[in-house]
């Protein structure tokens, strides 16, 4: 993991400017600010992602790791 790559624990945020969002075999990364969120791409989480964070390019959001199953993260634009 390199220094700017973070892993979110269940009810932490990460909140900045989304700068990218981006994929490969194994892993969907999201830059936001300096620090890139990775997340794997089979997961629920990977969907949520995916579907919500297209639109916000360029937006300051929020994402936060919660414990459920349902709903493993929540995204929010914060302005």
Not at 36 to 45: A, F, H, P, V
Request: net charge positive.
């Amino acid at each position: 993991m390199s220094a700017n790559e973070v892993r979110l624990e269940p009810w932490t945020e990460i909140t900045g400017k989304l700068i990218a969002v981006s994929s490969d075999d194994n892993f969907i990364y999201v830059k936001i600010g300096n620090k890139t969120l990775s997340i794997g791409r089979e997961s629920k989480k990977s969907e949520i992602i995916q579907a919500k964070l297209t639109s916000m390019l360029g937006r300051e959001i929020g994402i936060l790791k919660t414990d459920f199953v349902d709903n493993p993260l929540c995204v929010r634009i914060i302005k």
